[in-house]
């Protein structure tokens, strides 16, 4: 019924280090809440759902946990649904889930042959008979991702995560799409095993798709937290960059490399779980503060909000990959094993991968200046607004929270030989082969490559240098012993005020600018001239309209699609009765030809035949002459 | 004795960097028909601004504090992970392109942090131009140190140099010569020279770099200016080391005059270019690190067609 590998343990050691924190923090922040039952029920229902998933070893209990997890996050979103954009997002999200929902069912219906009453390894028996393994791996992405938030399917996450709860949006980025990864782990390693080259380079690329496009919309956003929902769609994208590495590597035979590189996801899983959460709680206590989730209204945070602001400063640190952090550790290894594709023999395939190192190394540095912005307009400066103004520190509970997520950021940095142990084990499960040993060659100091000549990293020492090379300049400067003097800002003469600082929209003015092709923004522009002069003007508005291409082309094209097909069915319903028989005629016609071709054999020259016979029946049974 | 190679190579290059960034002044003024400042002018300006008062802004806080040593900490930490200067010298073989690029990186992250912080309008252009430029900028470097690093046999920065300088790979010379212009345009770009940011100017429209550190004075702004001399002997001892590898094993007084004619000669690089060129309007930067990323990718798919080492 119930199983405890490494990997359900892993997992369950994640989702304790993700949730702990959150509960002191959900204690504070339920203060304000209004139906607090309401939301203690669903809070803790989400959390045993989680675990519930985890550790399920029979195909029934996982689907039941994994729909209890929607329903309960759900109902989350709509603690407090008062506004329309609340309902909407919840309508969205329950809308989205349920897609991957019903692919789930019915990858689960294939592997269990209609009983669901069955564990994992026998499911990888039905499985292996089935005639077509690459349509449960379709199932199975479209599943596992939609709700883990990749590429295509990651529209729902800016709306959803922003009208949760702060503590509920930390779980859910920290922690629900993580057990999305879960399954794809569990599903890939326990019940598809031995997959071909294929599926690892189709989850390569859509790794790289995500982390490009979740990096480069969440610099266009000024709302803080669906910023870093789309930020979670970037890691999501940088696990799967890992995953799919590991996944070539092991279609190739090279298993010590497809360790390490699915060692690598599993650690930045973790990693992006411990920063995220944080991110999502600090952000959240500023919103509770400020009561605002504009970027633009804030400022000047750092001096009211200190615990707040060096809490995100240490996230912003670390999902900007910046060393000694542990996101930098992380990708540092994803990195190292889209490095070691120097050892396959396959040219295309090694030439391709520079374009996977390019988009990480891109994505890397567009989360720099992402985080810059977050940072920079938040904190930093005057304030923007009253609300920032008259900003306090929040509650004891919540800073708790805060610091003790902060505590397990620091010690998957300076713990990672520990964690890497773990993840170890559960590679082992897969491979049986430990790398432990090559990873840490040296003691437990520094990270080594797995491939010849590869790289080495050092945490703890790069952290010590660093810190000695600050206290010796910071040592020095302060021997000097020199005056200072607080004074205004200087601005060449020009007067520092809040309307002449910059602005989040301003900030990200040259990336918008640069990738308008993808963006398309619209720009809406408005000023009051004086005595019509174009220059001088009293006052003046700019504003400007992201609207994110996959929703405008794959949900509202496939929306105006369905518009127009029923529009089409509409006009039919208007004819005489032979029409009508015509129509299910031809019905039945293409119900048998699919059952035929999906059943009985496969062969293109009938399934040709078949789609001719069917148009030009449907040209002359319904369509008729034109009048 | 290695090791004192070692501590001497990195306390020569903090010393050297002034003196570079001067000769690059004095030798364009004399290209221009100036009267060119003194040699010495840049250790004179450390030496008045670690004496002067410091004024904060008002808005300013802590950051302001502890940014300029975290903006200088990382770049210091990498002058350690060079390559040798010496033949017998000890060095830290193993750091890789990933490693660099990020302490980098790191140091831009607080320098643009910085520039937020006086909460006046030109930090805020400064950084936010600087942001657009490094994210671009950081792939392209990735790239390029990852395509050198695999010619060298080894990922290694220091290691790759020494590699290099032993068996120079010359059946992937095409590929060589794309990274070496790909790295020429990196080091143009990454310390701000004048296709892509002025150093001298401070109008508004042109300045990077400059706007973000105009709030500062005094000793943080000694910091800073220190921090952007070290960037540049970093990246023009790279240079130096990985796409010039020759003059390693001679004896240590000739290889030390070999190195300090390499990095004058990029010195002097730096300067035509800087005199023949204007400036580059910040939306066409993105064209010219496009250029290096393209270099990089031609050298690394060249290299690979080649057959590559493996």
């Not at chain 2, 643009?112 to 909460?119: A, E, S």
């Amino acid at each position: 019924m119930f199983i405890f590998d490494s990997l359900s343990l892993v997992f369950l050691f994640l989702i304790a280090l993700g949730t702990v924190p959150n509960l002191f923090y959900s204690f504070g922040y339920a203060k304000d809440i209004k139906r607090k039952i309401y939301y203690h029920i669903h809070y803790f229902g989400f959390i045993i759902s989680m675990i519930g998933v985890v550790v399920s070893n029979n195909l029934f209990l996982f689907l039941f946990f994994w729909e209890l997890m929607s329903l309960t996050s759900w109902q989350l979103i709509l603690t407090d649904p008062e506004k329309k954009s609340t309902k909407d997002a919840a309508k969205f999200y329950f809308f989205m889930t349920h897609l991957g929902f019903i692919f789930l069912l019915l990858l689960f219906l294939i592997v269990s042959n209609g009983n669901l009453d069955i564990d994992f390894n026998s499911a990888k028996d039905i499985a292996k008979d089935f005639a077509y393994p690459t349509l449960l791996f379709f199932f199975m992405i479209f599943g596992f991702l939609s709700k883990a938030g990749v590429v295509p399917f990651h529209v729902w996450l800016p709306y959803a995560h922003p009208e949760a709860p702060s503590a509920v949006s930390a779980l859910m980025s920290g922690v629900m799409l993580k057990v999305a990864i879960y399954g794809l782990f569990r599903f890939l390693f326990d019940v598809l095993y031995p997959w071909p080259l294929e599926w690892g380079i189709v989850i390569l690329i859509l790794g790289a798709l995500s982390s490009l496009v979740g990096v480069l919309y969440a610099l266009s956003e000024h709302d803080i937290k669906a910023l870093l929902a789309n930020h979670s769609i970037e890691n999501i994208g940088i696990i799967l960059i890992g995953f799919g590495m590991g996944m070539i590597f092991d279609a190739l035979g090279l298993k010590d490399l497809s360790a390490f590189a699915f060692i690598a996801a599993l650690f930045h899983t973790f990693n992006h779980m411990s920063f995220k959460s944080l991110l999502f709680m600090s952000a959240g206590s500023v919103l509770h503060q400020t009561h605002t989730k504009n970027m633009e209204k804030y400022g000047g945070l750092i001096k009211s909000m200190p615990v707040t602001a060096i809490t995100f400063l240490l996230a912003s640190i670390s999902i900007s990959a910046l060393p000694p952090s542990n996101g930098f550790l992380s990708e540092w290894m994803i990195f190292q094993s889209l490095l070691s594709s120097n050892s396959i023999t396959h040219v295309a395939l090694k030439i391709s991968i520079p374009f996977a190192v390019f988009a990480l190394a891109l994505t890397g540095g567009l989360a720099i200046a992402c985080f810059v912005k977050a940072y920079g307009i938040t904190f930093l400066g005057t304030s923007r607004s009253q609300n920032a103004k008259h900003a306090r520190e929040s509650n004891f509970l919540m800073q708790s929270g805060m610091v003790l997520m902060s505590f397990v950021v620091v010690s998957l940095m300076l713990f990672t030989p520990f964690f890497i142990k773990l993840f170890d084990k559960v590679t082992q499960g897969l491979h049986g082969v430990s790398i432990y040993h090559s990873i840490f060659k040296d003691g437990f100091l520094s990270i080594h490559s797995i491939s010849d000549n590869g790289g080495v990293v050092s945490p703890v020492i790069l952290l010590l240098a660093l810190l000695v090379i600050v206290f010796i300049l910071f040592f020095v400067y302060k021997s000097l012993k020199l005056p200072v003097r607080v004074k205004n800002s200087w601005a060449c003469g020009y007067k520092v005020s809040t309307r002449t600082q910059y602005s989040a929209t301003g900030f990200a003015g040259p990336i918008r600018r640069f990738f308008s092709w993808l963006y398309k923004p619209k720009e809406h522009f408005e000023k009051q001239i004086i005595y019509g002069h174009d220059t001088k003007f009293e006052t003046a508005l700019y504003e400007v309209h992201i609207e994110p291409l996959f929703e405008k082309s794959l949900y509202k094209g496939a929306k105006s699609i369905t518009n127009k097909i029923s529009y089409l069915v509409y006009r039919l319903a208007h004819f005489e009765q032979s029409r009508y028989s015509a129509i299910i005629f031809n019905l039945m016609l293409s119900v048998l030809f699919g059952y035929r071709i999906f059943a009985h054999q496969f062969s293109w020259a009938n399934i040709t035949l078949e789609v001719i016979i069917l148009i030009i029946s449907i040209k002359i049974l319904i369509i008729g002459d034109k009048k | 004795m290695s090791f004192v190679y070692y501590i001497f190579s990195i306390i020569f290059l903090v010393l050297l960097s002034p003196l570079v960034l001067s000769f690059i002044k004095s030798f364009k003024m004399r290209l221009l028909y100036k009267k060119p400042a003194s040699l010495f002018q840049g250790y004179r300006n450390f030496a008045k601004l670690f004496s002067k008062e410091i004024i904060l802004s008002k808005e300013a806080s802590t950051i302001t504090k502890i940014a300029p040593f975290l903006v200088l900490s990382p770049l210091v930490l990498i002058l350690f992970f060079l390559p040798p200067i010496f033949s017998g010298s000890f060095y830290i073989g193993f750091v890789d392109a990933f490693t660099i690029t990020g302490l980098l990186a790191l140091s831009t992250f607080f320098l643009m942090l910085l520039g937020l912080d006086g909460g006046n309008s030109f930090g805020g252009i400064g950084s936010s131009r600087e942001a657009f430029i490094s994210s671009l900028s950081e792939p392209a470097m990735i790239l390029t140190v990852f395509t050198i690093s695999l010619m060298a046999n080894n990922l290694g920065i220091a290691k790759a140099a020494i590699n290099l300088n032993n068996h120079f790979p010359f059946t992937h010379m095409a590929s060589f010569t794309f990274a070496t212009i790909s790295f020429f345009i990196l080091l143009l770009c990454e310390t701000g020279r004048i296709p892509i940011d002025n150093p001298e100017t401070h109008l508004e429209l042109t300045m990077v770099h400059e706007a973000m550190i105009l709030d500062l004075s005094g000793a943080y702004l000694g910091i800073i200016e220190m921090a952007s001399s070290i960037k540049f002997i970093i990246f023009a001892s790279m240079f130096a080391s990985l796409f010039m590898p020759f003059g390693l094993g001679l004896n240590p007084f000739l290889s030390l005059a070999v190195f300090i004619a390499k990095i004058f000669m990029i010195a002097l690089a730096v300067a035509f270019v800087e005199t023949n060129m204007a400036k580059l309007r910040l939306f066409k930067v993105p064209n010219l690190l496009g250029i290096a990323i393209v270099f990089a990718f031609l050298s690394l798919i060249s290299f690979y067609v080649l057959g590559g080492n493996a």
